[in-house]
């Protein structure tokens, strides 16, 4: 089986309501699709969605990479060559990370359906047999945020994480009032997203939070501030997660050395894809760290790909791909039983793409053969 033609589809996937983070608010969440077709007539389904403040790349400029400088070396390659790709890909282009996911997610979903197995089978196999889905609350004012919290309980949701990081005290009181609103038994993870720019704000903020019961807390401090972890981690025992300060192996390394982080938080979209992503989780296991596998919003598609790496992995202990939920249109099937997902053993990534749907939102497109 060799890859005869990639075909980009750049879409805008439309949320039901803008989703805010520290740093950015986000009226739909620009992606890319790769579709890979084989010379067997096999079709294998990528996605792209970049984050200019974490990896640098734009949906533009992914979608460039993708069309004029990684598509074209991969035309006539097997997918089943994983690490053969990767270094071309690598070879081809320094980072770009979310680029090379795209790609790589095409490639698994195509070897899945050769084999008629879910790509979680070409993993090691499944390990977990279901997951937990987060509510993921944006950033409005304390009691808009407790009220969303209390509405999503009675939708079955049964944990929270709480976007803050736009101002310090804001934040204090908007934990605060959701803890108080759902009760103190409901686990809450605080995601400051960098937004507390610097580690003696993240101490002011501990100092509120100890008696919060908070299950932990998230990248307080610049991505790049791995010294800045290491001293946070010194003075508190809430558990701290490194999520914008990993991308890849190197990032790892840094962090298992310093010590710098209690759990990490993998993406598909800062490793470069399935094959990266299982490697960071195979450190992290030697190291004695719990993984999260994380997503930047994605639709079925991307966020199938992290739930088959989660799901074949013991050590990944917890989810937060939540995309699907968030859109009100979506280009794939990926199901959810709120508060829980189980994936299927369908073949590949097990997501169907609605072709009509794909069209509709794809704002321009482009065919490597």
């Not at 609103?181 to 101490?203: A, E, H, M």
């Not at 094959?275 to 994605?298: D, F, I, N, T, W």
């Amino acid at each position: 089986m060799i890859i005869k033609k990639i075909n980009l589809y750049a879409i805008r996937l439309p949320l039901k309501q803008p989703f805010i983070i520290s740093y950015h608010t986000y009226e739909d969440m620009p992606s890319i699709i790769v579709e890979m077709e084989t010379d067997e007539g096999i079709i294998g389904y990528g996605e792209a969605v970049a984050d200019e403040h974490v990896t640098g790349e734009t949906w533009e400029s992914t979608f460039q990479v993708l069309q004029h400088t990684l598509a074209p070396k991969l035309i006539g390659e097997n997918p089943f060559h994983i690490e053969r790709i990767h270094e071309l890909m690598d070879k081809a282009i320094y980072n770009a990370p979310t680029a090379k996911a795209a790609i790589d997610i095409a490639c698994y979903d195509a070897m899945g359906k050769k084999v008629n197995q879910p790509v979680y089978q070409l993993l090691g196999g499944r390990y977990h047999e279901e997951f937990q889905i987060t509510h993921v609350l944006s950033i409005t004012d304390p009691d808009t945020m407790a009220e969303e919290a209390a509405g999503m309980i009675e939708k079955g949701f049964q944990s929270f994480k709480m976007k803050v990081g736009t101002d310090v005290d804001q934040d204090i009181e908007r934990i605060r009032k959701v803890r108080e609103r759902v009760g103190w038994d409901v686990p809450i993870r605080v995601d400051v997203n960098q937004g507390w720019k610097n580690s003696s704000q993240t101490l002011k903020a501990l100092r509120h939070l100890q008696d919060l019961n908070i299950d932990w807390l998230e990248q307080p401090v610049l991505a790049d501030d791995v010294d800045g972890m290491v001293r946070i981690k010194a003075k508190t025992d809430i558990p701290l997660m490194i999520d914008e300060g990993l991308k890849g192996v190197r990032d790892m390394r840094e962090i298992i050395g310093k010590q710098a982080a209690d759990k990490v938080n993998i993406k598909l979209m800062k490793s470069g894809g399935i094959y990266p992503a299982v490697k960071l989780a195979h450190m992290a296991e030697m190291a004695g760290m719990e993984c999260q596998v994380g997503s930047m919003v994605e639709s079925s598609i991307a966020s199938a790909a992290g739930f088959h790496v989660a799901f074949s992995k013991k050590v990944i202990t917890s989810v937060e791909l939540t995309g699907p939920i968030k859109f009100s249109k979506d280009i794939g099937d990926l199901h959810y039983d709120i508060p829980f997902i189980q994936l299927s053993d369908k073949a590949g990534l097990g997501v169907t793409v609605d072709k009509a749907i794909l069209e509709e939102l794809t704002e321009f497109k482009s065919f490597v053969e």
